[in-house]
């Protein structure tokens, strides 16, 4: 069974700090996401990657940024975090068929 | 431009009544994948039904059912003999060239005993 890991469930930090939110597959697969689920928005979609190195911004990159130095791990950065970014974040890895949800990082920015 | 729309933000069923989940979508493309997935409350997302856009047969799974109305850029998701443990947030989503998915808002579902 395809796993989909991420190094917090719940996460509390204060304005202005930096924020890594990581995520681990253990399926080999070359493409994952980061999305932000928020009531009545659903999920939106912050970056992706298709292969190592390589990222794209989806629909709401602002005050985000990726890194993927290794296919198995795809990390979310907040640089300098604000209670707008008060979330859950959602982080995927994909088949060419279908995608497998990590169990999400419930953060707030105090 | 890619939207996946969800009419009802919230519904309720009986429990082993059949409920009907809404869901339109709107793209240029041809060919595509459409996908419900279910997230339990404090649970992980983990997929429903999946349907591929080229086929006219509607995809089932045990007690879930899709209407796939291709023309109309429809896929609703029918529940039938609802259980408790379908109590959940459901989410449309359809994805394009095996990368982006594009999600609809989601349909809170509360099954009553």
């Known amino acids: 069974d395809v796993k989909v890991t991420q190094s917090s469930r719940y996460l509390v930090k204060r304005t202005g700090e930096k924020v890594f939110l990581e995520c681990v597959q253990d399926m080999d697969h070359e493409n994952m996401f980061w999305y932000r689920q928020d009531p009545g928005l659903g999920l939106r979609l912050i970056y992706f990657?298709?292969?190592?190195?390589?990222?794209e911004k989806g629909d709401i990159p602002e005050g985000y940024s990726v890194s993927r130095e290794k296919k198995e791990r795809f990390s979310l950065i907040l640089e300098s975090a604000s209670t707008n970014q008060t979330s859950m974040y959602l982080c995927a890895s994909s088949s060419q068929r279908r995608e497998f949800f990590g169990p999400g990082t419930r953060l707030t920015v105090l | 431009a890619q939207t996946v729309t969800q009419s009802q933000p919230e519904m309720s069923v009986q429990e082993a009544e059949t409920v009907t989940l809404s869901c339109t979508y709107d793209t240029s493309e041809n060919n595509y994948y459409l996908f419900w997935y279910k997230q339990p409350p404090s649970r992980q997302m983990i997929l429903v039904i999946r349907?591929?856009?080229?086929?006219?047969q509607n995809a089932t799974e045990n007690r879930f059912s899709v209407n796939f109305q291709k023309a109309a850029k429809s896929f609703s998701l029918k529940i039938s003999d609802s259980q408790l443990g379908d109590t959940a947030m459901y989410f449309c989503?359809?994805?394009?060239?095996?990368?982006?998915?594009?999600f609809g808002s989601g349909t809170k579902l509360n099954v009553k005993p």
């Open positions: 989503a359809f994805r394009v060239n095996f990368n982006k998915f594009y």
């Open positions: 990657s298709y292969d190592v190195k390589m990222k």
């Open positions: 349907q591929e856009a080229y086929k006219q």
